[in-house]
């Protein structure tokens, strides 16, 4: 008897293993990933899988289709338009990928009691192998970015963050650098450095505002244009500065919270400043978010008197 081929089934086993695939890169890269962006990714994926194998394509054929389509896959995704980070996205989706395969076929092969390798593993292993089969290929993916991360020398540690404003809140992937101690004077409040892309998510009327390199050096000269909206005037803050060379203004913004996550650290901090970074902190878009290290109750340089905290959640209270 031969075997039935089933279009919509098989669209949706490949939907269903795209979504948990592009999840487990988007947990594994610490980069943040809208459902909506998932489900349509996704779901382009289950479809375009459909012709090498409704129409019996060679194998030579099959793997540069398969390249081309995770490429594609990946892009839809990720908002990200670096090429450099969509091609190591790409790449770590191709491991997830081969580690599911992997594990999948030895475990269909041990459920099938020596029945041998199958072409097709998935159709002799039960959901119980698909699921911990899922679970196996996450554990070896994640033991597998932390052994190459090891043998980098000098690798960032990024973190997950969220920031809330208006009624608004955005995810983005922040840098903990040790070196960045800016503070508000005012309340001694931590200062995040932000890109320009984040702000205007937060606060989509930066976006309306023409030549915001003009923008911004008008209001390090105190200067608020006319045309400022008004929920950024109240929220405007000139922070005094010094570096290496030189001192002046750094243009923030009063954020109503920034939650962030590194590892089993979480940690919210109340009324933060985002200061105004008009050029990208990264070439490589590899964060948009440069954090203070000192944030963090496992950092060396954290030392704030007034902390407490609060369960898991450790609590930074500024005064202003």
């Known amino acids: ?71 594609l ?24 990928s081969l580690l599911y395969g992997g594990v999948l076929t030895f475990l269909a092969s041990w459920e099938g009691r020596g029945a041998g390798l199958s072409t097709t593993p998935t159709s002799h292993a039960s959901w119980g192998a698909l699921l911990l089969g899922y679970a196996l290929m996450f554990s070896l993916g994640k033991v597998t970015l932390r052994a190459l991360e090891r043998g980098r020398r000098g690798i960032a540690h990024r973190v997950r963050g969220t920031a809330r404003a208006e009624g608004k809140e955005v995810s983005f992937v922040g840098l903990v650098d040790t070196g960045h101690l800016l503070r508000d004077p005012v309340g001694n409040v931590p200062v995040l450095l932000a890109d320009t892309s984040v702000l205007v998510r937060l606060f989509p009327e930066l976006g309306g505002l023409p030549q915001a390199v003009e ?34 203004l750094l243009p923030s913004f009063v954020v109503d919270e920034v939650v962030l996550e590194a590892g089993r650290e979480r940690v919210r901090l ?51």
């Open 73 to 96: 896959v990946v892009c839809v995704a990720f908002s990200v338009r670096n090429v450099q980070v969509l091609l190591r996205l790409t790449a770590l989706f191709w491991l997830v």
């Open 215 to 248: 923008v911004l050096e008008r209001l390090v000269e105190g200067r608020i244009p006319r045309d400022f909206p008004e929920p950024l005037v109240r929220r405007f803050r000139l922070l005094p500065y010094r570096s290496v060379g030189g001192s002046g």
């Open 1 to 71: 008897m031969e075997p039935v081929f089933y279009v919509d089934l098989f669209v949706l086993y490949n939907f269903l293993v795209d979504a948990l695939l592009l999840w487990a890169v988007a947990s594994l890269a610490d980069r943040p990933i809208r459902i909506s962006r998932l489900v349509v990714s996704a779901l382009f994926g289950g479809v375009a899988a459909l012709p090498p194998y409704a129409s019996e394509w060679p194998a030579s054929f099959t793997v540069g289709y398969a390249a081309v389509l995770s490429f």
């Open 270 to 320: 109340h009324r933060p400043r985002l200061a105004w970074s008009v050029r990208p902190l990264f070439s490589d878009a590899a964060a948009e978010v440069l954090v203070p290290a000192e944030v963090f109750p496992s950092a060396e340089l954290s030392s704030d008197p007034n902390r407490r905290r609060e369960g898991h959640v450790d609590v930074a209270d500024p005064r202003a």
